[in-house]
């Protein structure tokens, strides 16, 4: 397994010389609460004024002037501003850093987004959260092995609170950015959130737009991208310094139009990125101004406007959001009639705005003091000293990711570490590794001998403090699916011509025309993924997917992965394995699954690129196996998609000859 070094961590210190000055930095308490409340208002400004022009302009540039007729309803309903992903997650963060302190772990981020998000999430986002409800935590959640939609929008639109709570510390802004970045992507999806995370940081003590936008280039390393996509922003800028229109055709093309396959989206992270980057210079600094051209720029709109009225919020203070964007309603004396409205998360409780911005404000403090900064008081107010210098260093935490495959007779080369545990130090304490393999620096490899069930215990140290977990290593038979005399399944080809009429959101190049691929070693990534997809029915169906076997065969455990998923389907709503006996009857093989089958069918909690062990109570001798149950049947809000027959999305059986 090989993980992407962090960007931030390749260039900490080059950044923290050219971005900060040599010594500490001061701002009132004041100051930092109203530029706080910038940040808030106007995020939340550009969020339910963007959402009006969410994906609506994509093949060509919207124009202005705009209407808000769904931002003035929905305000009006609740009598305040209401929560939308732009701004939920941060909310949700916050309780996080109350919680738990403002360092919270990967897995105590799970534990708060499985209880408090149960939908409306969607593509990385959704990915995520189906794979830690199936048991991982991140950074394994965006990996992009797991979760497809790794190179998509979401982590720039849910993680500003990480450096609007590091008031003048960019590196460490940074650096927490996309340490949370990583909890939905992988890669260089997570560039955008390093550099918006930097923006916000410097914007405490920075007014000047092209300068922080200059400055942020340098918490990505050189080659990155999105850093080759900012110089490309800056250059169409300077080139067409009254035309926005012109620079966004270029942006566009390049990366929407001309996109490789697999990651051609409205929704890329790099796309929306840049127009949130050519918005900013634009816009020169009127947050109103910005907004309007972040919406008329396109694609996933209300993403790209939250996040940069925020950063506007930050550089010019709360004064500087609109009051008609803010107070619509005359009978609202303060902005947004200091009401946020929870109506997307469960038990995540409304709350005053005012209230919001100061237990943000108590948190800044504390990080600014547990990274080398001071309180102090100066004529009767208080104020901070920060350290410019600051570095985020990742809570030390196993990171849980899939059970290792490991086969006999086949190379194991597992990582259990991640790219924020990777530099420390690894040692076995605890159990018998299986016969043939070795442990070193967080990797389990070699070639396993004999078949098994395995605890070990490993221990994790920064050299100050350690800590141990406990891994069952389950060594598995030879698999012997390859060898079949014939895959056996319902449905043996995919019905693009039903696909393609569907609201898909994976990239066409992952799927596979046909069965075969169920048996070729591939798990994931471009044409792994096999839909069973018929014709345009909905309605019950039960799909079953196997082999058969020119001779008897002796075996004790099976392996379903399932592939991408989408939001109308892929899964099954039940799930048995039978095999073939002596009369040629199908009959249930006595087994048990792990990790355990999702709860229900809502696809919130399905996960993408899963794999579901089959171990049967004794081993079993047959001709032929198979993986049989009902499709879920979901209906879908797409007027085309409501209509598309249940499937299974599969990309690898494996069964494996009895230990």
């Not at 534990?111 to 394994?140: K, Q």
């Not at 009639?337 to 995540?348: A, G, S, W």
């Not at 997917?545 to 389907?569: I, N, Q």
Request: proline share 5%.
């Amino acid at each position: 397994m090989k993980f992407r070094i962090p960007v931030t961590a390749i260039i900490a210190s080059l950044a923290l010389l050219a971005s900060c000055s040599e010594g500490a930095m001061e701002i009132s308490r004041e100051e930092l609460k109203d530029k706080i409340a910038g940040a808030w208002l106007g995020q939340m400004v550009g969020n339910i004024y963007g959402l009006e022009y969410e994906n609506k302009f994509i093949e060509a540039a919207g124009e202005p002037p705009f209407v808000f007729n769904k931002a003035m309803r929905k305000m009006s309903a609740v009598d305040g501003a209401f929560s939308d992903d732009d701004t939920d997650v941060e909310y949700l963060y916050l309780l996080m850093m109350e919680k738990y302190g403002v360092d919270p772990t990967y897995a105590q981020i799970r534990e708060g987004w499985m209880y408090h998000i149960r939908d409306r999430v969607w593509l990385a986002n959704r990915a995520t959260l189906g794979l830690m409800h199936y048991g991982l935590t991140p950074p394994f959640t965006g990996d992009m092995r797991y979760n497809p939609h790794w190179f998509q929008i979401d982590p720039q639109l849910i993680n500003e609170i990480w450096s609007y709570t590091a008031p003048g510390m960019p590196a460490y802004a940074a650096g927490i950015s996309e340490w949370a970045a990583r909890i939905t992507s992988d890669s260089w999806a997570t560039s955008p959130t390093v550099v918006y995370g930097a923006m916000y940081s410097e914007a405490f003590f920075e007014k000047d737009i092209k300068t922080l936008v200059e400055h942020s280039k340098k918490y990505l390393p050189k080659g990155d991208r999105f850093r080759t996509i900012i110089d490309e922003c800056l250059s169409l800028y300077k080139r067409y310094p009254d035309d926005w229109h012109a620079a966004r055709q270029y942006i566009a093309d390049k990366y929407y139009v001309n996109e490789a396959d697999a990651t051609k989206t409205i929704w890329n992270a790099d796309l929306n990125g840049a127009m949130g980057i050519l918005a900013l210079l634009y816009g020169n600094g009127d947050i109103d101004k910005t907004l309007l051209i972040g919406c008329a720029l396109g694609f996933d709109a209300d993403n790209q406007t939250a996040t940069i009225c925020g950063l506007l919020g930050v550089v010019n203070g709360a004064s500087a959001v609109p009051t008609d964007r803010s107070m619509p309603f005359e009978h609202w004396t303060k902005p947004f009639n200091d009401r946020y409205i929870n109506v997307t998360r469960y038990d995540m409780p409304d709350a005053s705005i005012e209230d919001i911005i100061e237990r943000t404000v108590v948190l800044a403090e504390k990080i600014i003091v547990k990274n080398g900064g001071e309180s102090f008081e100066r004529d009767g107010q208080t104020w901070y000293r920060i350290n410019p210098k600051a570095a985020f260093h990742a809570p030390l935490e196993f990171c849980v990711g899939p059970n290792p495959r490991i086969v006999v007779g086949e190379e194991t080369d597992y990582d259990f570490a991640c790219v924020t545990n990777r530099c420390y130090q690894w040692s076995l304490v605890g159990g018998t590794l299986p016969e043939g393999l070795s442990f070193k620096d967080g990797r389990l490899y070699g070639k396993a001998l004999k078949t098994g069930d395995y605890k070990i215990t490993l221990r994790l140290s920064d050299g100050v403090k350690s800590i141990d977990k406990e891994f069952d290593l389950v060594v598995r038979g030879r698999n012997i699916a390859p060898e079949n005399a014939e895959i056996l399944s319902l449905v043996k080809e995919t019905n693009f011509e039903v696909l393609d009429s569907c609201w898909t959101t994976v990239a066409h190049s992952f799927y596979a025309p046909n069965v075969d691929v169920i048996c070729d070693g591939v798990y994931d990534g471009p044409g792994a993924s096999f839909y069973s997809l018929a014709d345009k029915y909905i309605g019950p169906k039960e799909d079953y997917f196997g082999y058969r076997w020119a001779e008897p065969v002796t075996v004790d455990m099976l392996s379903f992965h399932f592939g991408c998923l989408e939001e109308f389907g892929g899964w099954y709503s039940t799930m048995r394995v039978e095999a073939l006996d002596a009369d040629g009857n199908w009959v249930e093989v006595p087994a048990t699954i792990s990790p355990a089958r999702p709860e229900s069918d809502a696809v919130f909690i399905q996960p993408h690129s899963s794999e579901f062990l089959f171990r049967f109570a004794e081993p079993v001798t047959t001709t032929a196996i198979r993986v049989i149950g009902d499709d879920a049947v979901l209906v879908h809000w797409n007027k085309y998609t409501k209509n598309v027959s249940s499937f299974i999305s599969v990309s690898e059986i494996e069964v494996y000859s009895a230990r």
